[in-house]
């Protein structure tokens, strides 16, 4: 029993040996290793983009209403009634398409009865005539009196301005009967008829028979700042400014020129009102409808990068710049954004490349290496 005691000590004293041998030496191969070949400073991986020098818009943004050039309420002059209706609801009419017809035929009876008024008068004046020639031959004999013929002469001229009356109430009611067929005053879309045939209408009704608006060209109304004013009157004297209205939620949009900038500023506001011209020729913009405006005022150089590569401080704002291999803060000066781009207006000069992902894990002189940029980006 003491042998057996003897060889199991003798046996874990073996192994206790064995195990700090190796220890020791695999100590002092690592601590060679390290000796020899320092551990270098990890690189972190980041997306990077070029800053470019580019020709950018000078714009501005703003909400802006469609409202068409010309809209018309279309009434009755006069009390009759509807006898036909010639366009469906919502139709698109041209210039003088036929739209209503009313009933005229009270006043055709009275063109009929001014013009046998106008016969009676003329015949009238033919018979004073002839008496005025007549008495004008008797006084060269001597066989009337001057009172005659100045009495023919008056009824002459009597009966000549009853004619001109004649006329003109012949006339008025031939404008009367005008106003029977009621034509489109210019192209556009007319809205659904309130009246049908059979109804009756007077000039004194409040509610139109329809309303037409012109779809094409139409107005963008909109506000901007009153800092931008004199950039915008400067472009305007050099044709350069033009209007972009594009319908939320779509990317169906139209494009025009500045027509109008109102003459006075809203002092309540600051803002002044700006008008658009848009062609709309297929008819993209709806009187009414509420759309994105973006009034370019002039397209100038400048530097631009991403604008996720644009970090903030206490100190202002900067963005990584990578340079053979190592990440550098430049302190950059933001002019404006547009479209996912910041303009650089001081710290950049074009061609630098500039970390737009992974800066959390970077500082100043850091190394870097880049990554291929996500499907997109």
Do not use: C
Request: charged share 25%; hydrophobic share 45%; aromatic share 4%.
């Amino acid at each position: 029993m003491k042998k057996r005691n003897l060889i199991l000590i003798a046996g874990v004293i073996g192994i206790a040996a064995v195990a700090a041998y190796a220890t020791r030496s695999s100590w002092l191969v690592g601590g060679g290793a390290n000796a020899q070949a320092p551990q270098r400073p990890r690189a972190v991986s980041v997306e990077l983009a070029k800053a470019e020098r580019r020709s950018v818009p000078v714009d501005v943004d703003a909400i802006g209403t469609v409202t068409p050039i010309a809209s018309v309420a279309l009434k009755s002059r006069l009390e009759t009634t509807i006898i036909g209706v010639h366009f469906e609801d919502g139709a698109r009419v041209n210039e003088g398409d036929l739209l209503f017809t009313l009933d005229a035929r009270q006043i055709d009876a009275q063109i009929e009865q001014a013009e046998g008024v106008l016969a009676k008068d003329q015949a009238q004046l033919e018979g004073a005539q002839r008496d005025l020639r007549r008495y004008n031959d008797l006084v060269a004999k001597g066989a009337t009196t001057q009172v005659n013929v100045d009495n023919a002469k008056t009824q002459s001229d009597i009966l000549i301005g009853t004619i001109k009356a004649d006329r003109s109430a012949l006339d008025n009611l031939r404008v009367q009967k005008s106003y029977t067929v009621i034509r489109a005053p210019f192209a556009g879309r007319i809205s659904a008829a309130n009246v049908k045939v059979g109804n009756f209408v007077r000039p004194a009704d409040t509610q139109p028979l329809a309303t037409i608006n012109q779809m094409a060209p139409v107005y963008v109304t909109f506000a901007i700042p009153q800092r931008v004013l004199v950039d915008l009157r400067g472009a305007m004297a050099k044709g350069d400014s033009s209007v972009i209205a594009t319908i939320p939620g779509h990317k169906r949009s139209e494009e025009g020129k500045v027509a109008m900038v109102e003459n006075t500023v809203d002092s309540t506001t600051g803002m002044v009102t700006v008008r658009g011209i848009m062609d709309n020729g297929n008819e993209t913009l709806w009187p009414g409808i509420l759309v994105q405006t973006k009034l370019i005022i002039r397209n100038e150089d400048a530097v631009v990068v991403p604008t996720v590569a644009v970090q903030r401080s206490q100190n202002g704002n900067y963005v990584f710049a990578v340079r053979d291999g190592v990440a550098k803060v430049v302190p950059v000066k933001v002019d404006r954004t547009f479209g996912g781009f910041s303009v650089i207006a001081e710290g950049l000069s074009g061609g630098e490349d500039v970390v737009v992902d992974g800066q959390l894990l970077l500082s100043d002189g850091t190394r870097a290496e880049p990554r291929a940029r996500k499907a997109g980006a």
